[in-house]
């Protein structure tokens, strides 16, 4: 079984962009889970969706949106770059809402 | 606030012997707790769930949950170099939220 991916896995842009990045669950996974690591902060929630639903957010900035689609795939926005966003941004998939969650490699930001 | 913690590190065990990671949550409502390696510049990767008190082993592996003392560990027997990665603690607090709240991770090393 094929495991998550995300797109792009590298990125750089400049302050005051926007960028979009994508997510494709397991097979059959319908939830997923938005994350951001930086080395400071660790692994903070960004936000979760499950069948097309935004359940849950992190307490970010509302220049952070996402949204998923009906093959459960899911992508999330940044508008209006700033340094800080430079991160590690993890999307994870799971079954359900309690349920394990897996990793994809993540897609690496860096904001100039 | 839900906090998980952990302490940082790093742990240092010679190889073959038991590292013990350990993890305090901070809400009794939790659901599930899970451990997750991250070797440097990887993404987390899934060794461990556990949902009920008690000991759940899986191979080399050992996962400890202690709900009353809100305590979850994990025991690493006859540790490898290949070991040597940060283990992050996750929980999930349930309810209608799936996402999960990590603590910052321990560093481990084994050393040959």
């Known amino acids: 079984k094929a495991g998550v991916t995300q797109t792009p896995r590298y990125l750089i842009k400049t302050r005051g962009q926007q960028v979009t990045l994508s997510c494709s669950p397991i097979s059959g996974h319908r939830s997923v889970s938005w994350y951001q690591q930086t080395p400071g902060q660790g692994l903070q929630f960004l936000f979760e969706?499950?069948?097309?639903?935004?359940?849950n957010k992190g307490n970010f900035p509302g220049r952070f949106s996402g949204r998923q689609f009906s093959n459960s795939r899911s992508e999330m926005n940044v508008s209006t770059l700033e340094l800080g966003d430079s991160a590690l941004y993890l999307c994870?998939?799971?079954?359900?809402?309690?349920?394990?969650?897996?990793f994809g490699p993540g897609t690496r930001l860096t904001v100039t | 606030q839900k906090e998980v913690e952990q302490n940082s590190g790093p742990l240092s065990v010679p190889e073959g012997a038991i590292a013990s990671l350990n993890c305090t949550y901070s809400d009794r409502v939790s659901q599930s707790f899970f451990w997750y390696r991250q070797y440097s510049g990887k993404s987390p990767e899934l060794i461990m769930s556990?949902?009920?008190?008690g000991d759940k082993e899986d191979g080399r592996f050992t996962a400890q949950l202690n709900k009353a003392s809100q305590y979850v560990s994990l025991l690493i027997r006859d540790s490898q170099p290949s070991d040597s990665a940060t283990y992050l603690c996750?929980?999930?607090?349930?309810?209608?939220?799936?996402?999960?709240?990590f603590g910052k991770g321990t560093k481990l090393s084994v050393k040959p």
């Open positions: 969706y499950f069948s097309e639903t935004q359940r």
């Open positions: 994870a998939s799971s079954f359900g809402l309690q349920y394990e969650q897996y």
């Open positions: 996750a929980v999930n607090y349930g309810g209608s939220q799936g996402n999960l709240i």
């Open positions: 556990i949902y009920s008190n």
